[in-house]
């Protein structure tokens, strides 16, 4: 189940970062950075709930890189569709989408199911963690025209 969300969830951030290239190359490059901060952890999570399931670590490895490379296969739709305005923003529309449905049935119960002895910690960790994302994010957008190599 996990493999499976996982590799919708990579479709959908090739399909991002597939439209975002086809607007600009700073718009490309700044989606990926954004997607790589989100990513990693993810992967990382990921690959640890499959090796507490008893998965082996080579099995668990081929099974992220397998999820991950859907990214690679919604880039490519996206990259071939996108021509014009209303097809970027119907991608827009999906991506957004199936982050918000992650976000808030995926991310968001977890969080609020945590036990720990030190519940005021850990929600202090996790507002700390979500609001140095959307910080990121946030620069990103406000500064992307002016990335420059």
Known sequence: MITIGDGI???ADGLAIGA?????WKSGLATSLAVLCH????ELGDFAILLHSGVSVRRALLLNIGS?????VGLYIALSVATDLATKQWIAAITAGLFLYV???DMLPTMV???NKK?????????????????????LSLYEERISF
Do not use: C, D, K, R
Not at 20 to 24: C, D, G, K, P
Not at 39 to 42: A, N, S
């Open 113 to 115: 199911h945590i036990s």
């Open 68 to 72: 991950a490379m859907t990214s690679f």
């Open 39 to 42: 990513e990693l952890p993810h």
């Open 119 to 139: 519940p005021w910690l850990m929600f202090l960790l996790q507002n700390v963690g979500l609001l140095t994302g959307w910080g990121i994010l946030l620069l």
């Open 103 to 105: 976000g808030l049935a």
């Open 20 to 24: 975002a290239f086809s607007l600009s």
């Open 9 to 11: 969830h990579n479709f």
